[in-house]
């Protein structure tokens, strides 16, 4: 009987004594878990990145890869300077269906403000309510796109603007059509003579006013560029945890840097599907160089979140499915890496930066938060008059 006690109370002993060890061990990790996490704030919110932990970058990203931080000034053309009264002009031609040839599509219609100036749309309906084959880019930020288009085929925003005019799928009009349009709405005489110092209407006035107004549209300071300015308690640890796996273990600043959150470089994360009915060649299409198949534009992550469906396609609906793509280094089955395409067989060679990460689902959901913190809420704009 004795005995049974004593090898009851030796066993109590032990157990106890193993508990003790294990909740020190978890107090252990849970101080050093908080003494990271209070670094990491203080480095991130220090207002000097040159104090950030080093971002992990693979050596053929180095040559584009500027730290993420503030968007720097909005630089307007020499050709096309800034003046308030072009940038009124230009909102007024945006939200101006008249420039369309049912009078009905605006460039608005797919831009829309309350939309994350884009339509959250897969593909947009465009004329005659056809379907486009892309996902509609938001225009927030884009004085800082160095491209334009998903595949970069156009250089400046006085070029592109007269593309959806035209564009069979979009606003349906012929350029000139449009511009004498315009051109017999009295009420726009005013607003030109004061843009350009005649009345005159002519499409290269069009297009610097438009282009004008779309520079304007930049986002205001994100949660993200209040913290790196030092305040400290503006991200929650999930955020911060998020910013840094984002420019560490994840990677994503390998493409996904700057101010704009994008390297304005084109880029092949396995998006093409090639093969199948919605295959898209991307920015080959363009230079019709074999590297470039299934390259598009590495888009900016500022307003992230009021964007999607997300991709040039539209395919990921939730953020969550974006990163976790990415995760599992994007499965693209080998099927959908093949085409033949005007008789020569392409394929679709995937960035070596887009490789298994490994991300937690914890991790995941960090990484989300953080791009939560570099966009805004919805400013509401007041559609501008149209003239008569
Ligand atoms: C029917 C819908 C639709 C209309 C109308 C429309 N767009 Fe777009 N916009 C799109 C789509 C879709 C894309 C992406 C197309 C691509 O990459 O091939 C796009 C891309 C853009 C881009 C490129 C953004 C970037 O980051 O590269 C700009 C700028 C733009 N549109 C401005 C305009 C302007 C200005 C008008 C009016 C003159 C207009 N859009 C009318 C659907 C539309
Ligand atoms: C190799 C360069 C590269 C890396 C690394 C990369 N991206 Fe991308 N990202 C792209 C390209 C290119 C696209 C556009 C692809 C398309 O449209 O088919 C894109 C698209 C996106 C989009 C959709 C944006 C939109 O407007 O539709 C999100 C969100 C995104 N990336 C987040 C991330 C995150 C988070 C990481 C890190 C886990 C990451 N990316 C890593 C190049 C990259």
Redesign the pocket.
């Known amino acids: 009987m004795k005995n049974t006690i004593s090898w009851v109370l030796i066993l109590f002993l032990t157990i106890s004594l193993l508990n003790n060890c294990l909740n020190n061990k978890v107090q252990k990790e849970i101080k050093e878990k908080n003494a990271f996490i209070a670094k990491l704030r203080e480095l991130y919110s220090s207002g000097d990145s040159s104090k950030w932990p080093k971002p992990i970058l693979d050596p053929e990203?180095e040559s584009f890869f500027v730290e993420i931080g503030h968007l720097p000034d909005i630089q307007f053309p020499e050709d096309n300077p800034y003046s308030e009264e072009k940038a009124l002009l230009g909102k007024t031609l945006f939200f101006d269906p008249r420039l369309s040839g049912s009078n009905q599509i605006a460039c608005a219609s797919c831009h829309d403000p309350e939309l994350g100036w884009g339509d959250n749309r897969t593909f947009s309906f465009g004329h005659d309510r056809q379907l486009g084959t892309r996902?509609a880019?938001?225009i927030l930020n884009v004085a800082y796109a160095k491209s334009l288009f998903?595949d970069g085929r156009v250089g400046s925003l006085e070029e592109q603007s007269h593309v959806p005019i035209q564009d069979k799928f979009e606003m349906s009009e012929h350029i000139d059509i449009a511009t004498g349009k315009i051109a017999k709405i009295k009420g726009y005489e005013a607003l030109f003579e004061k843009s350009f110092g005649s009345k005159e209407v002519t499409k290269d006035k069009i297009a610097k006013a438009i282009a004008t107004f779309e520079r304007t549209v930049k986002s205001s300071p994100t949660k993200f560029d209040q913290f790196i300015d030092g305040k400290s308690d503006a991200f929650s640890d999930k955020e911060l945890l998020g910013l840094h796996l984002?420019r560490t273990k994840?990677?994503?600043?390998?493409?996904?840097n700057s101010g704009y959150f994008s390297n304005n470089?084109?880029?092949?994360?396995g998006?093409?599907v090639l093969g199948t009915n919605d295959e898209?060649l991307?920015r080959y299409l363009i230079t019709k160089n074999v590297d470039d198949v299934g390259?598009?534009?590495?888009?900016?992550?500022r307003e992230?979140v009021r964007?999607?469906?997300?991709?040039?396609?539209?395919?990921?609906k939730t953020?969550t499915e974006?990163?976790e793509f990415?995760?599992k280094a994007n499965p693209e089955t080998a099927s959908k890496r093949e085409t033949i395409h005007e008789g020569i067989t392409l394929h679709s060679n995937k960035?070596g930066?887009?490789r298994f990460?490994e991300?937690t689902d914890e991790e995941i959901s960090q990484?989300e938060a953080f791009?939560g913190t570099i966009s805004t809420k919805n400013q509401r704009i007041i559609p501008p008059q149209l003239p008569k």
């Open positions: 990203a996902n880019m938001s998903w984002f994840a990677q994503c600043i390998n493409c996904h470089q084109f880029e092949n994360v998006t093409s898209d991307g390259k598009f534009r590495v888009p900016s992550l992230v964007t999607g469906p997300w991709m040039h396609n539209g395919s990921f953020l974006v990163i990415y995760s960035s930066m887009v990460l991300l990484i791009l």
